[in-house]
């Protein structure tokens, strides 16, 4: 290891282009965005690029981007509850810090989201399923009949669009958010066609909302995350809970085009991008590496990180990313 990084820190300060030889294999881990833009800037790729020369077809390189997307209700609560706002005023930050040095408790101590909980649309929004398996609309990507289709988080703040948005004053906040785990729809990598100052540009289109039924999904969301938010109300810890943004009143349970306007309006991504090198059998055209995660077509190249999952998965992907990194470890390798 050492070695290696003495060898990349002399590379980087030699003026001249130098050529680095593997032994045996090459690991490619450069996520979703960048392993894709890698190969193809390596002449590795769906089709020939204008001004790189071509080594390999591979048609699944930049498909089938993933990402998870989440929109946020915003609950007025009172001045009591424990939240980031709560003690927010410069007056208090001495106060906050001592809190969480001495006692280990506060604002300090919160990693931003204080629960989560994983939900089946079964359990919870029944008509909705059983319209649109009667419309012959109704899609599931879930794992399995007791994987969840969303997640909702609670976090003690006004979170909107990541919160470039502020609280619209003074009052106690604390945002429910929920999270589409399984999307339908997909996007794509691509690079740019002109080199400019000797670099190629990633594209990144995530196509959001281009199958409908996902904003359907998201809607159901937020009518459940109404009844939750309508529940913590109850609790004189937090309550009374009034909903800040959007309101009832201005997008309302019932009117299903407001609900998807909104969902569509003010969702945002969770960063959790995958599949643009997916893992598959050679049956499938869009697949990029085989089970052990070699490259289709190049011998002694892997791929390993989050671009592999054939799909995303229905949880925060670094875990799973961890996990293909431990396991790729237990692969035999290719001798030189």
């Known amino acids: 290891m050492v070695l290696t990084l003495l060898l990349m820190v002399i590379i980087m300060f030699l003026l001249e282009l130098q050529r680095v030889m593997a032994v045996k294999e090459v690991i490619l881990c450069a996520g979703a965005f960048g392993s894709p833009h890698i190969l193809m800037a390596s002449g590795i790729g769906p089709k020939p690029h204008p001004t790189i020369p071509h080594i390999h077809t591979l048609a699944g390189v930049g498909q089938n981007l993933q990402d998870h997307l989440g929109v946020p209700i915003n609950f007025r609560c009172n001045s009591d509850a424990h939240t980031y706002i709560a003690r927010s005023h410069w007056y208090q930050i001495p106060g906050v810090m001592y809190d969480y040095k001495v006692n280990g408790v506060g604002p300090l101590s919160s990693q931003g989201a204080e629960s989560a909980c994983f939900v089946r649309l079964e359990d919870v929004a029944p008509e909705f399923v059983a319209r649109e398996k009667a419309n012959g609309t109704w899609q599931d990507r879930s794992s399995g009949p007791r994987s969840p289709h969303f997640e909702v988080i609670c ?130 055209p869009l697949a990029v590496v085989d089970a052990r995660l070699n490259m289709y077509g190049i011998d002694r190249l892997r791929v390993v990180d989050a671009s592999i999952m054939p799909k995303i998965p229905a949880a925060h992907t670094c875990a799973p990313t961890i996990m293909l990194a431990e396991k790729v470890t237990c692969f035999p390798f290719m001798s030189s």
């Open 155 to 284: 976090c003690p703040s006004y979170l909107r669009h990541h919160a470039t948005i502020p609280p619209p004053d003074g009052e106690n906040y604390f945002t429910l958010i929920g999270i589409l785990l399984n999307p339908i729809s997909s996007g794509q990598v691509t690079i740019s066609d002109v080199v400019q100052d000797g670099k190629l540009e990633t594209l990144i289109d995530p196509d959001f909302f281009s199958d409908p039924f996902d904003a359907r999904v998201m809607a159901e969301m937020m009518r459940f995350i109404r009844r939750i938010g309508a529940h913590m109300g109850r609790d004189p810890a937090c309550g009374p809970v009034v909903e800040a943004y959007p309101g009832v009143d201005k997008v309302p349970n019932e009117d299903e085009a407001a609900m998807q306007e909104y969902v569509k309006r003010e969702s945002s991504v969770y960063y959790h991008p995958t599949s643009t090198c997916r893992m598959g059998p050679a049956s499938d």
